[in-house]
């Protein structure tokens, strides 16, 4: 019995990559949907976030994980993660510079008018947790899918 070839291009049914194509663009103009709209209404950046990662999870069981992946590049998937997080710190950290707590957005009304502690959530959301949230999922992902090389020790 031969052993399958690793290197083979990764190959599906027609059905899953029309049925991908069709779906995703609106899988994810809903987590945008729900990431923009999270401070008013139901949802938010963890939501949103969610979905947005699970837009790639689709395109790479579409399409193959590798191909996937070379696609969106590592530098996207840890620009995310790593720029949310900058976001999340940057928005706590302005709010202790003016005197207040981690995180208290009612010390941006001063600057930013009645709206201010609107804009420090929204900012959180949408620039942090959201990014954070899909930065994560696409990583996990990637790795699950690269596998376990066994045996050595790191």
């Given at each position: 019995?031969?052993q399958?070839?690793?290197?083979?291009?990764?190959?599906?049914?027609?059905?899953?990559?029309?049925?991908?194509?069709?779906?995703?663009?609106f899988?994810?103009?809903?987590?945008?949907?729900?990431?923009?709209?999270?401070?008013?209404?139901?949802?938010?950046?963890?939501?949103?976030?969610?979905?947005?990662?699970?837009?790639?999870?689709?395109?790479?069981?579409?399409?193959?994980?590798?191909?996937?992946?070379?696609?969106?590049?590592?530098?996207?998937?840890?620009?995310?993660?790593?720029?949310?997080?900058?976001?999340?710190a940057?928005?706590?950290?302005a709010?202790?510079?003016?005197?207040?707590?981690?995180?208290?957005?009612?010390?941006?009304?001063?600057?930013?008018?009645?709206?201010?502690?609107?804009?420090?959530?929204?900012?959180?959301?949408?620039?942090?947790?959201?990014?954070?949230?899909?930065?994560?999922?696409?990583?996990?992902?990637?790795?699950?899918?690269?596998?376990?090389?066994?045996?050595?020790?790191?």
């Open positions: 019995m031969s399958p070839d690793t290197d083979a291009p990764y190959t599906e049914s027609e059905i899953i990559m029309t049925t991908v194509r069709f779906v995703t663009p899988v994810l103009t809903y987590g945008l949907f729900m990431t923009f709209h999270g401070a008013d209404s139901p949802g938010g950046g963890f939501q949103g976030g969610a979905l947005v990662g699970v837009v790639v999870l689709l395109l790479a069981f579409a399409f193959g994980a590798r191909p996937t992946r070379e696609w969106i590049g590592n530098g996207l998937v840890t620009g995310l993660a790593a720029g949310g997080v900058l976001v999340f940057g928005v706590g950290l709010a202790l510079r003016l005197g207040g707590n981690f995180l208290e957005y009612d010390r941006f009304v001063p600057l930013l008018g009645a709206d201010g502690t609107k804009y420090g959530m929204e900012a959180i959301e949408i620039g942090g947790v959201s990014a954070i949230v899909a930065g994560v999922i696409m990583g996990l992902f990637f790795l699950t899918a690269a596998g376990y090389a066994g045996g050595e020790n790191r």
